[in-house]
T-cell receptor, first 114, second 112 residues
């Protein structure tokens, strides 16, 4: 069984479009995250949600809007896509968002903006 | 904010060789984590360290939490082709956010 799943795996779209990436975790964790991995493989935290509540928003443009319908899901909606949004986006989850937490990552969604 | 310097950036080795990589931070950390990312996959936690001086092994992997609390290293012994991937260190700053900061990764290629 997949612990953290994301869809789609690949997403190719034109500049200016709006797209969504879905994430689900079946681990019973309270905290979920979105990371962006750029072409140089740098992993940068974008958002953290704890029990459906936004905890951290790391200076991400407001074109990016995460939505958490329940604590097992954290979707990422992106408006007016730009070339610089091309990257791999990883969803992750952890038990409680604490110092001893282990983050479990999804397989990633490769977004290409043309 | 804290900065993590991870080195080397990449390594090309022969199967059977030992590998060593390290991370240093500009501030004191209370947690060091080592992840591996296989091509096309998300990072997977290999080893977590929570105490200065702690030395932990996971099969052929050994990681240590530096005494100064500002560094950590990961060793891989007797490398095999499936060790190929990107290895990331990550750490939590003492008194800082619970979300770890990631290093820029070490890309490992193992030649059979």
């Amino acid at each position: 069984d997949t612990a953290v799943s994301q869809t789609p795996k690949y997403l190719v779209t034109q500049m200016g479009n709006d797209k969504s990436i879905k994430c689900e975790q079946n681990l019973g964790h309270d905290t979920m995250y979105w990371y962006k991995q750029d072409s140089k493989k740098f992993l940068k935290i974008m958002f953290s949600y704890n029990n459906k509540e936004l905890i951290i928003n790391e200076t991400v443009p407001n074109r990016f809007s995460p939505k958490s319908p329940d604590k097992a899901h954290l979707n990422l909606h992106i408006n007016s896509l730009e070339l610089g949004d091309s990257a791999v986006y990883f969803c992750a989850s952890s038990q409680a968002g604490g110092a001893g937490d282990t983050q479990y990552f999804g397989p990633g969604t490769r977004l290409t903006v043309l | 904010g804290q900065q993590l310097n991870q080195s080397p950036q990449s390594m090309f080795i022969q199967e059977g060789e030992d590998v060593s990589m390290n991370c240093t931070s500009s501030s004191i950390f209370n947690t060091w984590l080592w992840y591996k990312q296989d091509p096309g996959e998300g990072p997977v936690l290999l080893i977590a360290l929570y105490k200065a001086g702690e030395l932990t092994s996971n099969g052929r992997l050994t990681a240590q939490f530096g005494i100064t609390r500002k560094d950590s290293f990961l060793n891989i012994s007797a490398s095999i082709p499936s060790d190929v991937g990107i290895y990331f260190c990550a750490g939590r700053e003492s008194g800082g956010s619970y979300i770890p900061t990631f290093g820029r990764g070490t890309s490992l290629i193992v030649h059979p």
